[in-house]
């Protein structure tokens, strides 16, 4: 094989690979890492301390022409699967202990996910997986917790949908093989305690603000 030819070769061998590890056409350059959806949600009494008896309210609703961060515009999500799941962690030992235990989760059956929901034994705490009810093009998510038990407790309302495969498609969706993922806004990222967790005894007082905001989280104190 002479120098030009085997030029060639290496050439050709090198077009083969580029194309192998970036999928097919439309995968490369210009496609998001992931598709990031903004999921906005409120959680209310917006305030850092509660009594026993008191009830922590969220309620997620938004249109089906859902903001996707990386490519700045909406996308017609319909009857879409967002994953979602919320927790509650009791975090003022130094062994996590699930929130909801002392606690007492109030959700309507028709947002339950009973099939998706399971204890977590490595955070020691209960995934309870949510279901969305989608109509007249709005998605509608309500939730509430009625406090029962003192200490200092993160509340997290998330989207676990990066995990699932294969990913969802959509109308648009340009780059079929990148990951879907639900990024939280609760309270639009505003006053939701981020500094009661320098009070932690557990692993989360080292969480870092985005960590935090990304995961929908709200702390929050009961006293008695």
């Known amino acids: ?113 009973t099939e998706r ?3 977590n034994n490595a955070a020691n705490v209960y995934y309870y997986y949510l279901n969305y009810k989608y109509e007249n093009n709005k998605y509608v998510l309500h939730c509430k917790v009625v406090l029962k038990e003192v200490g200092l407790y993160r509340f997290m309302i998330g989207s676990t949908m990066s995990l699932a495969f294969p990913s969802q498609d959509f109308p648009g969706k340009e780059c079929p093989k990148r990951d879907n993922e639900g990024i939280m806004y609760v309270n639009e990222r505003e006053n939701n305690n981020y500094e009661l967790l320098q009070y932690a005894k557990d692993e989360n007082k080292d969480i870092k603000l985005e960590k935090f905001n990304n995961s929908g989280s709200f702390a929050f104190v009961v006293v008695e």
């Open 1 to 113: 094989m002479d120098f030009k030819i085997k030029n060639i070769y290496f050439i050709l061998l090198g077009v083969v690979l580029l194309f192998a590890l970036t999928g097919c056409p439309g995968e490369g350059a210009g496609c998001p890492s992931s598709y990031r959806f903004k999921i906005p949600a409120q959680v209310f009494p917006q305030k850092d301390t509660f009594k026993i008896g008191d009830t922590l309210t969220m309620v997620s609703e938004f249109s089906d022409r859902v903001y996707e961060l990386e490519t700045e515009r909406e996308y017609l999500l319909e009857n879409f699967d967002f994953w979602m799941v919320t927790n509650l962690r009791k975090i003022d030992s130094v062994q996590t202990i699930d929130g909801f235990t002392p606690n007492e989760l109030i959700i309507d059956s028709v947002y339950l996910n």
């Open 117 to 119: 929901s399971y204890f």
